[in-house]
Each structure stands twice: as C-alpha cells, then as structure tokens.
C-alpha cells in the first residue's frame, strides 16, 4: 500500500502537531512534555520535562521557565532548570491532598505556555484506574502539542495557531497505518504549509495512544 495515495486530503496534517503558542522575540514557539504522567502520588515528587521549540523546530535552551500547580484551590510555583539535554527543561513537582492537579507550563518566551489536562493525583495506597486508550490519547494531543494547530472537539484546552490553517481533527479520518506513518516521519508528505510537523520521537505506546485517539469511533469525553 502506498502511503501518498491513502487519502487525498491532508494537506493540513502536514503543519505542526505540539503545544504553545507565542509571537514574541522572534515568533512563536511550542511547547512539548516529554513524558506525561498517567497520574501523580500525593506526596512524592515527580519531574516534568518538557521542551520548548522556536517556530516548532528550533530548540531554545535560553529561558527560564515557571511551572504553576494547582489544586485543592490551592497554587504552587515551581522553577524549571535547563538539563542536560539541548532545549530541555525540568520541574519537580509534589502534589499535596488528592484532587485532580492542573499543571501549566510558562516558558516566559511570549505567550508560549502549555496548559495540560487535569492529572489525577492518588491518595497513599490508593489503586491507579487505567485509562482506556483513546482517552490516553486524548490527554498526550494536549501534551504533545497537536493543539497548538489542530482543534478537536474532545479538547477544550489549548490555543491553536490558527494562521497555520491546520484543520479541526474531530471528524477528519485518517487510516491508522497513514498516522503512524506520518507522526514518526513527517517528510513522507510533501507539506504544502509554511512550516513542516516536527518528529516528535513518540515513543510505541504514546503513538498508539494518539492514533487511537484520532482514529476512534467511540465518544471521547471533553476535557
């Protein structure tokens, strides 16, 4: 099967698919975590790395991030510290009580923050619920920073770029062979965007996790 003839129409896949958008200091960045947690332990400290892309491409190792933690009514700011790693930044957090904790992520590079959906945090010795797949999805579109150009129904968070004219992936359908094929190498479609999608370096289970997300004909609950 080849992948350029699979569907006619995707154009606007070809545009960024990662989180933050800003204008400032040269143009607009985004804003991806590395690794999302599942969940979070009341108590424990856990680190939340994340990069930060100029123009979704070039890796800024120059800021100095703020992570603002809320829960409980409660907020908590903690400073990101660049590692080892080129444009890669760190923020330890430790979560108090065990309502669900809103984490958002403020570069200081315009207005390029990330805003991820609410993360369940468990009370000591309580039993994690597994997510289904498409819902794990759902909640790494955020993370990954689709939102910053594509739109979806299921998705309330984010601020999409809207001059790059990515489409709304609520009803849009794409074979899940095409998504895999193209989220791990987006120079297999020619983009016809301005910009390209980056690879992301998803790892197997974060890509089935957004394809199932993309590709599912359940109802995704909105976040």
Not at 19 to 29: C, D, E, S, T
Not at 53 to 81: C, I
Not at 120 to 128: K, N
Request: charged share 20%; net charge positive; glycine share 8%.
């Amino acid at each position: 099967m080849r992948i350029g003839k699979l569907l006619p129409g995707l154009v606007g896949l070809g545009v960024v698919m990662t989180v933050a958008v800003g204008y400032a200091r040269g143009g607009w960045a985004i804003v991806t975590v590395e690794t999302l947690p599942d969940h979070l332990n009341a108590g424990r400290t856990i680190p939340i790395d994340f990069t930060v892309r100029q123009h979704g491409v070039s890796l800024m190792d120059d800021l100095s991030p703020k992570v603002h933690v809320s829960m409980n009514g409660e907020s908590s700011v903690v400073y990101a510290r660049p590692t080892s790693h080129k444009g890669t930044y760190r923020a330890e957090i430790t979560p108090k009580g065990s309502a669900p904790a809103s984490v958002d992520i403020r570069t200081g590079f315009g207005d390029a923050n990330l805003a991820l959906l609410p993360i369940p945090v468990l009370a000591a010795g309580a039993t994690p619920v597994k997510q289904a797949l498409h819902e794990r999805g759902r909640d790494l579109f955020v993370a990954k920073g689709c939102v910053s150009c594509h739109t979806h129904s299921a998705v309330k968070a984010g601020k999409s770029a809207e001059f790059l004219k990515a489409p709304d992936l609520t009803t849009v359908r794409y074979t899940p062979e095409y998504l895999r094929a193209f989220i791990t190498d987006p120079t297999i479609k020619t983009p016809t965007m301005p910009l390209r999608m980056p690879a992301l370096g998803l790892k197997p289970d974060e890509l089935n996790a957004v394809v199932s997300f993309l590709t599912t004909t359940e109802k995704v609950a909105a976040r």
